[in-house]
Each structure stands twice: as structure tokens, then as C-alpha cells.
């Protein structure tokens, strides 16, 4: 079977993010359905998301380094 590895939560949020500027950007797409609107909403939200849970595990691994450390001392 030929199954691809998870991918990382930065490599997600490079997709989105490229996604959401290759929308953005499209000049072909002078007004925007409410199709695209809602789209470009939940890839926002979604990213947002994204960077807020890496933001919450470098805290967590940061606070868990600081205690480790003064454990040793």
C-alpha cells in the first residue's frame, strides 16, 4: 500500500497560507461569489487556528524546558 506520512502542521500552514494568496491575487476573479467569500473565510479561520495550537505547544514546550532546567539545578 502506498500511503503518504501525515504532514507536519507548518507544511499545512504553508499550504493554506499559499492557497489564500493565490486567491487573493487571482486577477481573473474580479468579484468574489459567496462561494469564494466563504472560502477565503474558513482558510483565514483555519489558519488562525493552525497558528494559535503552535503558538499554545511552543508555550507548553517552553514552560516544560524552564521547569526541567530548574529541576536540575
Known amino acids: 500500500m502506498n500511503r503518504r506520512p501525515p504532514r507536519s ?3 499545512v500552514l504553508v499550504i493554506l497560507r499559499d ?3 493565490k486567491l487573493e491575487l487571482n486577477p481573473t476573479t474580479e468579484i468574489d461569489t459567496p462561494r469564494q467569500v466563504e472560502f477565503k473565510r474558513i482558510l483565514r479561520v483555519r489558519i488562525a487556528d ?3 495550537e503552535s503558538a499554545a505547544m511552543l508555550r507548553l514546550v517552553s514552560i516544560k524546558d524552564t ?3 530548574k529541576t536540575e539545578i
Open 50 to 52: 493552525l497558528e494559535a
Open 9 to 11: 502542521r507548518e507544511a
Open 67 to 69: 521547569h526541567s532546567s
Open 19 to 21: 492557497t489564500l494568496q
